[in-house]
Structure formats: C-alpha cells, structure tokens
C-alpha cells in the first residue's frame, strides 16, 4: 500500500471520488498531543484527519477523556481555543509531528518498505508487480480507482531499473552505468578476450553468437 496522505480536515472537504472511498477519517484532540496555551493550559482543538494509512490514523486518534479537566499526564484545565490561544494552536506541537512519523513508519514497515539492513524507503519496479489494495478492507483496486491511485503515487520507476542483489536497494543510473564502463575497461586492459565479428560466429558454428551476463 502507499501512503496517500495525512491532512488536516474539516466537515465538507470533498475528494476526488474515485479515491474517497478509500480514505479514512477519524478525529484526535491535540491536547493530548501537548498542545498548549502561552500559559501552560492544554488546548483540546478536536481535529479530523485524513489518510488512507491505518497506521497513521491509528496515531493521531487519542482522544481526551477529560471533561472540563485535562485526561494528559500532567492534567490542567482546558483553554477556550479563541483570539492568541487559537493562532497559536495552528503550528503543531512536536509530539503531534513525531506520531505523524511514527504512523508513517509503522505503515511503511508493515507494507515491506522498510527493511532491516537496508537504508531508506525501498523503490518499488516494474517486476514487483505492484497492486493497490484497500487500506482496511485489502480489496484489490481495478480499473478507474488503479489508474486513479498510480496517477497520484506515480509509483512505478522507469528509470532506476537496477536493485542491489543482497539489499534490493535501488542503484543510481548513472552510478551503475559508470561501474559497468570501469569493469569492462578493466576487463579490456587484461585482454581476457579479443572482439571478433558476428559473422564470424555464424561462419563457424552457424548461429548467432550466444549472449553472456554482464
Ligand atoms: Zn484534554
């Protein structure tokens, strides 16, 4: 699965409809988050999120159990989000930020894009066969919602068509182009081999000369 996106919503935000029914909302209250008055006070400001990530919508659903009183850690008495409390509650506090991170990771290491050994998010190629599922209910995407999903995550590499063997990685283009000049050099400066026409393979043996790996 990719990740479409995490985004902050509210009521009436309209999606591309092909792609709506596959994202999910649920609502987390920031106060629980850390976020805070210029006095200290905790600041509910319930928001509704967006994704089609279980993983993240997992992380940004706490909600406060409190009434009145602050259910986090440290309690306290909810600030009325108006006037300064309200424009400062728009920059996200940082806990806020890591379970965005953290629900991203979660995703991408249940997905199979992260792995043990390999650095950085793996590249997906045109033999992975990649296939876009329904983030809850696994349902296969076919036709319009496919086409719809690929133009948006435009997933496929064309370029970097090269992986590691050991890791899977992908490999620079250009990088492995040039690796292969070196080799092929090297090869060439200890005259393991002399070049020789095709014809002359076809003459002897009758057939085209047989390929040989790279
Ligand atoms: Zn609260």
């Known amino acids: 699965m990719k990740i479409l996106m995490v985004r902050q919503v509210g009521t009436g935000c309209q999606l591309q409809p092909s792609l ?14 850390d ?12 928001t509704g999120w967006m994704s089609n990530s279980p993983e993240i919508l997992k992380k940004l659903s706490k909600r406060c159990r409190g009434v009145g009183e602050c259910s986090r850690r440290t309690g306290g008495r909810h600030a009325t989000a108006s006037g300064r409390v309200a424009r400062e509650a728009a920059i996200y506090p940082f806990k806020l930020c890591r379970a965005i991170l953290e629900g991203c990771k979660n995703q991408l290491l249940k997905d199979g ?3 043990a050994g390999a650095r950085g998010i793996q590249a ?33 590499s ?4 090269v992986k590691d063997s050991v890791t899977g990685q992908p490999l620079e283009p250009l990088l492995v182009k040039a690796a292969r000049k070196l080799e ?8 393991v081999w002399e070049r020789s026409p095709r ?15 790279g």
């Open 20 to 33: 709506a029914m596959r994202v999910h909302r649920v609502t987390g209250d920031q106060c629980q988050y």
């Open 35 to 46: 976020q805070e008055s210029h006095k200290g006070d905790p600041v509910k400001k319930p």
């Open 113 to 115: 894009k992260l792995l």
């Open 124 to 156: 997906l190629f045109d033999d992975d066969h990649v296939e876009y599922l329904d983030a809850l209910t696994g349902e296969k995407l076919n036709g319009e919602e496919k086409a719809a999903a690929e133009k948006v995550f435009n997933v496929t």
């Open 158 to 161: 064309h370029e970097a068509m």
């Open 184 to 191: 092929m050099e090297y090869f060439e400066a200890k005259e």
């Open 199 to 213: 014809s002359e393979a076809l003459a002897r043996t009758g057939k085209a000369p047989s390929r040989c790996a």
